[in-house]
């Protein structure tokens, strides 16, 4: 269990973290999501206590990190992968902080066989990939064979193999009822591998709740129709309210409506439907329609107090300051050099 209250990091005059408060629970993967420079390093150097907070607390296991009797047993953290002495072995590396954390020898090796880094674990790590450093700062996080884990973007640099395998990692630590907080600025990976989610922009409190609360509070999905009759259907659609725009030749796509809305409309004008479903936004999606509302909604109502989120982000209503910025994250997609950066990694990785 990890917990944060109030959590505030100033930097000046800029505010890297804004009053978060937020519980992450045992037995699942909770994704913590924000564009680049949204806080979420910040938040997770603070809950290891390696920052000061300008204000507020963070919380494992109910004590601060630092105050925890042998951390790495308590709580395996992988903030910066390349964070490792490159004249030492990835054995010695590991063997290193088992001595200094009491923990047993063997264990070394068990984690290095876990993240796949036995056949290179006496070689200098200077020479490791950014794939293989996140590889051994993964098994320096699982060597103390803790309750809580916390990984800050683990799969930057990971080729497609190793996302799916640190995916399936992440969701076994939480299957054994461990806590598994990760953060990325990816959306469509979090969607894969986290079941709850908590959503910061510009150091806010946007969103903490399951992702398909998520989707479905904060996007509107659309229903797919297939029909002999797609011109009618459009009409009728229009008439009842709803939108459709054609997709092929014989299939709309319509917003506005529900299935079953879709299908009374069908029913009562007599058009024939040979499939009617409904589809689901992504997270993404969904993250983009959330956003964009706060945006509109902050410009109308600052300064009356209210909350800038009116949907899904009912739990940041405590912390939007009425008269800060609105957390403007569609303004901020990720950089390109990023994902650059990222393919290129995997390429070295593989
Ligand atoms: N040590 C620091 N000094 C000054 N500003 C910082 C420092 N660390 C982070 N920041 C700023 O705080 C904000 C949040 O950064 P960060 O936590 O790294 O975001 P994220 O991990 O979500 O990309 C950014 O604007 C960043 O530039
Ligand atoms: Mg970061």
């Known amino acids: 269990m990890i917990e944060v209250r109030g959590l505030t990091k100033r930097y000046g005059d800029k505010l890297a973290v804004d009053n978060l408060t937020f519980a992450v629970e045992p037995g699942k993967v909770t994704g913590f999501l924000g564009p680049n420079g949204a806080g979420k390093s910040t938040t ?31 709580m395996g953290a992988l903030l910066e992968a390349k964070a490792v002495h490159g004249g030492r072995s990835a054995y010695n ?69 190793g996302i799916r395998w640190i995916r399936n990692l992440m969701q076994a630590l939480a299957a ?3 806590t598994v907080f990760v953060s990325s600025h990816l959306m469509s990976e979090m969607e894969n591998t986290a079941q709850d989610i908590i959503v910061i922009g510009r150091g806010k409190l946007i969103a903490q709740t399951t992702i398909d609360k998520f989707i479905a509070e904060n996007s509107t999905g659309t229903v797919k129709v297939r029909t002999p009759q797609a011109e009618a259907l459009a009409k009728a659609v229009a008439a009842a309210g709803g939108s459709a725009t054609t997709s092929g030749a014989d299939a709309l796509v319509i ?21 009617l479903s409904q589809t689901r936004a992504s997270l993404e999606q969904a993250f983009m329609e959330l956003t964009a509302d706060s945006v509109e909604y902050h410009a109308t109502v600052q300064g009356s107090g209210q909350t800038a989120v009116p949907a899904g982000g009912r739990h940041a209503a405590g912390h939007a300051a009425p008269d800060g910025p609105p957390p403007q994250i569609t303004n901020a997609p990720p950089p390109p050099q990023d994902t650059e950066s990222t393919s290129e990694h995997a390429g070295r990785t593989s």
Do not use: W
């Not at 390696?50 to 925890?68: C, F, I, N």
């Open 255 to 275: 917003q506005g409506l529900s299935t079953d809305q879709v299908g009374d409309v069908a029913f009562d004008t007599g058009i024939r439907l040979h499939e």
């Open 176 to 178: 054994e009822g461990r």
């Open 44 to 74: 997770m150097r603070l809950i290891l206590g390696l920052d000061r907070p300008t204000s507020g607390e963070a919380m494992v296991h109910g004590k601060q990190y630092q105050a925890l009797g042998y951390p790495m047993r308590e």
């Open 93 to 161: 590396h590991l063997l290193c902080l088992a001595q200094t954390n009491d923990i047993p020898k063997r264990r070394v090796d068990e984690v290095l066989g876990l993240v796949g880094l036995t056949e290179v674990a006496k070689k200098r790590s200077k020479g490791f990939s950014l794939g293989m450093s996140q590889r051994l700062g993964i098994a320096a996080a699982l060597l103390g064979d803790p309750q809580v884990l916390m990984f800050d973007e683990p799969v930057n640099g990971l080729d497609p193999e």
